[in-house]
């Protein structure tokens, strides 16, 4: 403990005798931290899920206080809220939903895959997230009851096939 004592004492002397090095050390501190922070919220931005979205200058994120963490903003929203939330504003054309849960296992054909995460969400998906549709027809998976979109990288571990349309996969609780 003494010895950290002395040693900052010797710095705090360093710096004093040499004023010019410790202002310019410390500003190129700052900057080289602040260009970093700017770098990484830059790649975060254009990284995230609507970067390669064409509309994604048009989609806006709804917050709100978290009921139960009154001091932090969230997109916590109550179900029904959210049509009266926007009914007030004629300039919001579309709004979407979604909701991650796990699923303790999926079972297809016999075969069990632990924890699985399924996203719901609203029928006007697609129109915010406008993806290349392999095969079947995605406005009719997210309307009709009991169905389901999967992504290939999903239906290839779920089904072993890219074509699964009309293949049963129940989710059990």
């Not at 632990?114 to 129109?127: G, R, T």
Request: glycine residues 6%; neutral net charge.
């Amino acid at each position: 403990m003494m010895e950290n004592l002395i040693l900052l004492k010797l710095i705090f002397r360093n710096w004093w005798r040499n004023k010019l090095f410790a202002v310019i050390s410390l500003v190129s501190l700052v900057i080289g931290i602040s260009c970093t922070n700017l770098l990484i919220s830059f790649v975060i931005h254009e990284y995230t899920i609507e970067g390669g979205n064409p509309n994604k200058d048009r989609i806006l994120r709804l917050t709100q206080q978290l009921p139960f963490m009154q001091d932090r903003q969230g997109t916590f929203v109550y179900g029904g809220a959210v049509q009266d939330i926007v009914a007030p504003f004629p300039e919001i054309e579309s709004y979407l939903r979604f909701n991650e849960k796990w699923a303790t296992h999926i079972e297809v054909d016999g075969q069990q895959f632990l924890e699985q995460v399924v996203v719901e969400v609203d029928s006007s998906f697609y129109d915010f997230f406008p993806y290349q549709i392999v095969s079947g027809n995605i406005k009719e998976a997210l309307v009709k009851l009991g169905c389901i979109a999967l992504n290939e990288k999903k239906a290839l571990q779920l089904t072993g096939t890219r074509d699964c349309i009309g293949r049963a996969i129940p989710q059990k609780q």
